[in-house]
Structures are given as C-alpha cells and as structure tokens.
C-alpha cells in the first residue's frame, strides 16, 4: 500500500533548503557575501518573473524539452533495443565489446563540436548529442539487466518454458529495474547535454538563454534560469519514475523502487 503523499514530502529537508534561501539572501544584503553579480533570492524571484512575462523563458523552455526529450526519446528505443540483443546473445556481445568500450571512453562534451560540425547550428545538433549522451546509461544498464542470474534461468528450464517465455517472464521483468535506472540516468545527461550544445552550438533554448543573461549583465535572470534547469530536471525525473511505477509496479516494487 502505497504511503500517503504528504509522508512522502521531505520536511526537514525542505526546511533547510528555505533556511539556505533565507540565510543567503541574509549574507547579500548585508554585505557579507560581497560578490558583484551574486544577486539574493528576492531579486532571483523579479528576474524569473521578468523572463516569464517577456515570453522568453517559455520559447527558451520548449526548445530545450523539445531537444532533449526527443534526443531521449530515440537513445530510449535504440538502447534497450541493441542493449537487449547484446545482453541476450552472447557472440554479438563479444564481437561489439572492443568497439563499445573504445566509443564509451570518448568523453561525451568532445561529441559536441562533431554534431556542430555535421548538423551545423540546429536543432537537429541538440538532438544528436542529447541521442548520443542518453545512450549510453540505458545501452548499459539494458545489457546488465538482460543478464538474468542462472538461478531465474534454472528455475525457467525445471518449468519447462520455452525461450519465449523465458524471455517475457523471467528476463524482461528481471531487467526492469535497471532499464528504468538507465533511463533515468539517460534522461539527466540527455537534458545537462542538450544544454551544453545550446551553449556552444545553437543559441537558442535555455542554455543560451543562460549565457545571454550573463553577458548582459543580468544576474538575476541568469540566477533563475539555473533555477528553471534544476526544476525541470527535478520534474522530468519524477514523471519518468511515475510513469515507471504505473506500468511496472510490480517488478519495481521487487526491487525497492516502491515503498508499501
């Protein structure tokens, strides 16, 4: 049975987080964090009004979540796919092993400027990048999941299943799990990476509208454009871990993921 929601609320540390805000704004206004563009969270508040009402957060907003959630959403569908053929089929996985591990040691920040230069300054550069840095938590995570422990297999083979069901009953509900971690890791790094391609690749989206505030001198709106980035991702994780929940609740609640 699921707990109530309002146990699920962190008051303590919802508590210290209003007691950081106060405590800074505190330190600025009196002068003892005496930083020229370290504005107090009232004035973070009036820039993030000030952006919602000139409509630029909003287009800024869109074009981020467009970016790296279709970005996501391709890594999503090409890494379990391939993650599943690999942890599944045993000489597939020791032919690809070289190339995945040489392709994975690549740092993913290095990819940005390849994608500029293939896709040019575009959305199209964004969804690249956010493709090719979700792809991985999930490719490997599907691969770890696939490997069900001999015992699952055992007990499939004293049943008498065939490999199909082998497959839908024990392999699959096994990977669960991790497939969902793998896509919740994919989904932080596809929106930190779509971010990083509007920074140095696409002016547009939230990215650039960060940089923008910042050369404009504007720290209040740049303050709460970082505020809007950790909102989102904080959101975009707890729809993933929401919708995880509904469609899988039984597999994640054997694994810990659901409280009862």
Same mark, same amino acid.
């Given at each position: 049975m699921n707990r109530p929601v309002a146990r699920r609320i962190n008051v303590l540390g919802a508590a210290v987080f209003v007691l950081a805000l106060g405590l800074w704004e505190l330190l600025v206004r009196t002068s003892i964090l005496d930083f020229a563009y370290l504005p107090p969270p009232t004035v973070v508040a009036q820039g993030l009004g000030e952006l919602v009402s000139s409509g630029e957060l909003g287009e800024a907003l869109g074009h981020t979540l467009f970016a790296a959630l279709s970005g996501w959403a391709l890594a999503a569908l090409a890494g379990v796919a391939a993650g599943s053929v690999l942890g599944l089929v045993r000489p597939v996985w020791m032919y690809s092993m070289a190339s995945l591990e040489a392709l994975r040691a690549l740092p993913i920040v290095a990819f940005v400027p390849v994608a500029v230069l293939l896709f040019g300054f575009s959305v199209q550069t964004e969804i690249m990048v956010a493709f090719y840095a979700a792809l991985w938590p999930i490719l490997l995570n599907t691969i770890s999941?696939?490997?069900?422990?001999p015992r699952m297999l055992e007990s499939g083979a004293v049943l008498r299943l065939s490999r199909a069901a082998v497959l839908w009953k024990i392999r699959l509900p096994g990977a669960t799990a991790m497939i969902v971690v793998g896509l919740r890791l994919g989904l932080s790094v596809s929106l930190v990476l779509t971010l990083v391609a509007e920074m140095v690749g696409n002016p547009a989206g939230l990215g650039f509208l960060l940089v923008e505030k910042g050369q404009a001198l504007q720290p209040g709106q740049m303050f709460a454009a970082v505020f809007v980035i950790g909102v989102t991702g904080i959101i975009l994780n707890a729809l993933v871990m929401?919708?995880?929940?509904? #469609?899988?609740? !039984?597999?994640? #609640?054997?694994? !810990?993921?659901?409280?009862?």
């Open positions: 999941g696939m490997r069900t422990e929401g919708a995880a929940r509904l #469609a899988f609740r !039984g597999q994640m #609640a054997s694994s !810990g993921e659901v409280s009862s």
